[in-house]
């Protein structure tokens, strides 16, 4: 397993230490907290207490990576199921160590233990995705509604999940269904729009787009959505008002150079053609 990089630069000069939970699992600490916990006069075997205060130290100091192996090692050594708090305070922790896989499984353990919390199945769902079990994570999402239909998230995720698909049309629905709850919720609604649009219903989706800059007109996704749907049903001068006004927004972003060049071809093409009607 690689070292996190604050995680190494500690190594070469941390004090280090082991300590025995019980026969199978021993955690090795290095961290200049170390001299910290031996003043307070820890023995061998330590309890499953000191070693989670351990594990809270890395946390304080930033040492993510260190403080998910304690966490794992907590949970593995564990006589009895993890508590709750053990498993939600652990996921936490390696999502910020970007260590989606372990935080899933562990979020999964804490689901069977509360199966009827809906903001577990949520969590559960969103780090399914996250991890592009995309099939799984629908699962949740829908066990999610099933404990709480109005959960404004879990709608949202099912919709964004279909769009991973490319099921624009299911995708649509989902949106819809989050919309009759709450009609003015932005992402929903601008994301909607671009699934009208990924169908080719640009009426419905310049209806959409429109709505949304009528709610926040600086909202730079349903700008450039505009632009793109009005591009692609034909309305090219005003696709180039909408390219312009996301430029000034976003000179820098995943979607600027293809913009960009796509305003220059528009108006190269709109040059020639007056430059053609002069003659």
Known sequence: MQNHPQQAAHSAIAPTKSFT??????L???????????KR??????????????????????????????FEQLITGSASFPSEHLL??????????????????WQKQLAFSK??????????????????????????????????????????????????????????LYYEALLAINPDWLPALNNWAGCCMQLGCY??????FSRV????????????????TLDFSGQHRSACVYYGQYLRLKPVSSHSEFVRERLNELE????????????
């Open 21 to 26: 939970i019980n026969a199978a699992h021993t």
């Open 28 to 38: 090795t600490i290095k961290s200049p907290l170390v001299p910290q916990f031996e």
């Open 41 to 70: 006069g820890l023995k061998h075997p330590i309890t499953q207490r000191q070693a989670s205060l351990m594990a809270e130290a890395y946390c304080v100091a930033g040492q993510w990576q260190a403080a998910t192996d304690c």
């Open 88 to 105: 939600m305070r652990a996921v936490e922790i390696a999502q910020k160590a970007a260590r989606l896989n372990e935080a899933f499984s």
């Open 115 to 172: 199966p009827f919390e809906a903001t577990v199945w949520l969590k559960l769902a969103q780090l399914a995705e996250d991890t592009d079990q995309l099939d799984v994570a629908k699962t949740y999402y829908q066990r999610t509604i099933k404990r709480d239909d109005e959960c404004l998230e879990a709608w949202f995720g099912l919709g964004v999940v279909s769009e991973k698909q490319e099921a624009y049309d299911t995708a649509k």
């Open 203 to 208: 009426d419905e989706a310049q209806e959409g």
């Open 213 to 228: 800059l009528n709610l926040m007109p600086q909202y730079p996704k349903a700008i450039l959505g505009l632009g793109i």
């Open 268 to 279: 190269a093409e709109r040059f020639t053609a007056s430059s053609v009607a002069k003659r």
